[in-house]
């Protein structure tokens, strides 16, 4: 399946300014489409942070999405970040500044237009309910950093990502961790295709683990989930005849 990974680009999540709103929202999306998120980073506005990270990621990953910092404003680096990755020069996309002079039209000035400055051998990606295209330059999206725009733009080009959505099961048990992680263990032998997690909760009474089962592998999900679920009140069935 594809693997992605996501660059959230600001000082201002950094300093605690703001909180970050894309990367759980980018979690959940590529969930949703079946993408393997790899990692998720946030980094400084700086050429020198930006061309470090998107270099490695893209290495790693099939798609890497950056958001923020492609404004007009002098901290507005990644455009400069991403060319410098990959030894790229930055030149004036004609269309991108078309339609920034059409949106602006008598309040279009130099700072405006430098936002259609974009890495040398980048792709637009124009989708009819966008009026400004995604740029992409080699395996890298590049989105703005306003929550709303993100969202907007990522589903408006999602379906060029490919992936199979993941499935999903959960389970609830008041057994403790240490008596579940012999059944757990063995289930993650047996179906190697489902994705185990166990996760304690200690601000519920009784305390509980939750227990999530990923696959794309809709038989072996219910298979798994059916057999850890027999073992789990098993051993919560003998605990009470010990009593």
Same mark, same amino acid.
């Given at each position: 399946?594809?693997?992605?990974?996501?660059?959230?680009?600001?000082?201002? &999540?950094?300093?605690? /300014? *703001?909180?970050?709103?894309?990367?759980?929202?980018?979690?959940? #999306? %590529?969930?949703?489409?079946?993408?393997?998120?790899?990692?998720?980073?946030? &980094?400084?506005?700086?050429?020198?942070? +930006?061309?470090?990270?998107?270099? #490695?990621?893209?290495?790693?990953?099939?798609?890497? *999405?950056?958001?923020?910092?492609? $404004?007009?404003?002098?901290?507005?680096?990644?455009?400069? $970040?991403?060319?410098? !990755?990959?030894?790229?020069?930055?030149?004036?996309?004609?269309?991108?500044?078309?339609? &920034?002079?059409?949106?602006? $039209?008598?309040?279009?000035?130099?700072?405006?237009?430098?936002?259609?400055?974009?890495?040398?051998?980048?792709?637009?990606?124009?989708?009819?309910?966008?009026? *400004?295209?995604?740029?992409? %330059?080699?395996?890298?999206? +590049?989105?703005?950093?306003?929550? =709303?725009?993100?969202? !907007? /733009?990522?589903?408006? +080009? !999602?379906? #060029?990502?490919?992936?199979?959505?993941? @499935? $999903?099961?959960?389970?609830?048990?008041?057994?403790?961790?240490?008596?579940? =992680?012999?059944?757990?263990?063995? =289930? !993650?032998?047996?179906?190697?295709?489902?994705?185990?997690?166990?996760?304690?909760?200690?601000?519920?009474?009784?305390?509980?683990? &939750?227990?999530? @089962?990923?696959? #794309?592998?809709?038989?072996?999900?219910?298979? %798994?989930?059916?057999?850890?679920?027999?073992?789990?009140?098993? +051993?919560?069935? /003998?605990?009470?005849?010990?009593?």
């Amino acid at each position: 399946m594809p693997t992605a990974a996501a660059v959230i680009i600001g000082n201002e &999540i950094l300093t605690g /300014k *703001f909180e970050d709103e894309n990367g759980p929202w980018l979690t959940k #999306r %590529c969930r949703e489409l079946g993408l393997d998120l790899i990692q998720v980073s946030i &980094i400084a506005d700086t050429n020198v942070a +930006i061309s470090s990270e998107v270099q #490695r990621l893209a290495n790693m990953a099939d798609w890497v *999405f950056t958001t923020g910092g492609i $404004g007009p404003t002098h901290d507005d680096v990644t455009m400069k $970040g991403i060319a410098t !990755a990959f030894g790229l020069k930055l030149h004036r996309d004609e269309k991108l500044s078309t339609l &920034i002079t059409h949106h602006l $039209g008598d309040r279009v000035n130099e700072d405006a237009l430098r936002m259609a400055d974009v890495p040398e051998g980048s792709e637009l990606w124009q989708e009819s309910d966008n009026r *400004f295209p995604v740029v992409v %330059c080699r395996n890298v999206l +590049i989105f703005p950093g306003v929550p =709303a725009y993100l969202q !907007a /733009k990522f589903d408006s +080009i !999602a379906h #060029r990502l490919g992936g199979q959505p993941v @499935l $999903g099961r959960q389970l609830t048990t008041h057994l403790s961790e240490t008596a579940i =992680a012999h059944t757990l263990r063995e =289930a !993650a032998q047996r179906w190697s295709q489902v994705s185990i997690g166990s996760y304690p909760r200690f601000d519920t009474t009784p305390r509980t683990v &939750i227990v999530t @089962l990923d696959s #794309r592998a809709d038989d072996d999900l219910d298979e %798994c989930s059916n057999w850890i679920r027999q073992h789990l009140d098993s +051993i919560e069935n /003998k605990g009470r005849g010990a009593l």
